[in-house]
T-cell receptor, first 112, second 114 residues
Framework: SQELEQSPQSLIVQEGKNLTINCTSS?????LYWYKQKYGEGLIFLMM?????EEKSHEKITAKLDEKKQQSSLHITASQPSHAGIYLC????????????FGQGTTLQVKP | DTAVSQTPKYLVTQMGNDKSIKCEQN?????MYWYKQDSKKFLKIMFS???????INETVPNRFSPKSPDKAHLNLHINSLELGDSAVYFC?????????????FGSGTQLSVL
């Protein structure tokens, strides 16, 4: 079965610093989703990447998909306290499935 | 209006009890899901329904029984609750099956079994 591994598992950064979270799959990626979870809340959709080499940005968050490496990265530029939370990557279990398999999450703290 | 709503938000109960969590989506989506997030924040799919039909049934104890009275609702009933059932349960929906777009998640139900 497919597994997603995120690194690092937790991260503490000073406000204004850049950071990167990685998500590596044990099998071929047929798309990659990034979600953010705040404490006590549900998952908020950030971005969906579907093609190798694809890169998307939203405000100060950029995500890339490297299909050959079966990996995606999430980069936050000039981090702010509002970026704090748990970041989860998710991928379809196979090429034609309705279920998302998630990584174990990366907990981000941003110190003012 | 909340797109995917779950009730209750918190549920504290004794071992051996039976409890239900309700979920409703007002997005007109065809597919709904139940996910379980354990204490290590690992999120794992449990069930999925498409137009009231069960399409995903992961390795879950048969004490867990989902029910979809219509495509806007997916409830989760748990019999004979055990300590290990303590977790956050998330309901989600998506427009279509198979998944081609994002999942919309509810805010979660934190279940504590004492």
């Amino acid at each position: 079965s497919q597994e997603l591994e995120q690194s690092p598992q937790s991260l503490i950064v000073q406000e204004g610093k850049n950071l990167t979270i990685n998500c590596t799959s044990s099998k071929t990626l047929y798309g990659l989703y990034w979600y953010k979870q705040k404490y006590g809340e549900g998952l908020i959709f950030l971005m969906m990447l579907q093609k190798g080499g694809e890169e998307k940005s939203h405000e100060k968050i950029t995500a890339k998909l490297d299909e050959k490496k079966q990996q995606s990265s999430l980069h936050i530029t000039a981090s702010q306290p509002s970026h704090a939370g748990i970041y989860l990557c998710g991928a379809p279990g196979s090429s034609n499935t309705g279920k998302l398999i998630f990584g174990q999450g990366t907990t981000l703290q941003v110190k003012p | 209006d909340t797109a995917v709503s779950q009730t209750p938000k918190y549920l504290v109960t004794q071992m051996g009890n039976d409890k239900s969590i309700k979920c409703e989506q007002n997005l007109g989506h065809d597919t709904m899901y139940w996910y379980k997030q354990d204490s290590k924040k690992f999120l794992k799919i449990m069930f999925s329904y498409n137009n009231k039909e069960l399409i995903i049934n992961e390795t879950v104890p048969n004490r867990f029984s989902p029910k979809s009275p219509d495509k806007a609702h997916l409830n989760l009933h748990i019999n004979s609750l055990e300590l290990g059932d303590s977790a956050v349960y998330f309901c989600a929906s998506s427009p279509t099956w198979p998944l081609g777009e994002k999942l919309f998640f509810g805010s979660g139900t934190q279940l504590s079994v004492l």
